[in-house]
């Protein structure tokens, strides 16, 4: 059985916006009674800081990869809600071909190319942030090698 889960990464980014986002606001907040023309020219791009770290927030997800040599399963849980799962897969593994991570700029996807009963193919696109790499090979390598 292995488990993989990104819960030490989201928890330090979530501290590394909130102290971001209080940094941001303290500094205009100081800019603004000492300096107020500078202030006036630059508070568009402190509210756009602002707005994109509370973003980068609400987005943060926790995301959990078990396989337990028969099953596949793969949850992601918002981080204000603990109760409340977002997506969730589960899948046996004699219908799984092939699992792969597709990187992209933005996001990292686990691929999972699924054999149906009548031969059609279906390709599941699951999105796994902030992922430490050595798991997503990890990940990958345990599937490819067989050590299911």
């Not at 202030?39 to 959990?64: C, D, T």
Request: no cysteine; charged share 25%.
């Amino acid at each position: 059985m292995m488990k993989i889960n990104n819960k030490s990464v989201v928890r330090f980014l979530f501290r590394l916006h909130i102290v971001l986002l209080v940094a941001t606001v303290l500094g205009f907040a100081v800019v603004g009674l000492f300096f107020p023309v500078l202030f006036r020219k630059l508070k568009y791009i402190g509210f756009a800081f602002v707005i994109y770290n509370i973003v980068k927030i609400l987005r943060l997800n926790y995301i959990e990869y078990e396989n337990s040599g028969e099953v596949i399963t793969l949850r992601s849980y918002n981080i204000f809600r603990k109760k409340y799962q977002g997506r969730q897969i589960e899948m046996p593994l004699e219908h799984i071909r092939e699992i792969y991570v597709q990187k992209t700029f933005w996001i990292n996807y686990l691929i999972i190319d699924i054999q149906k009963h009548n031969t059609k193919e279906v390709r599941i696109h699951f999105p796994i942030d902030h992922m430490k790499r050595k798991d997503l090979m990890l990940i990958e390598k345990t599937f490819t090698t067989g050590t299911l």
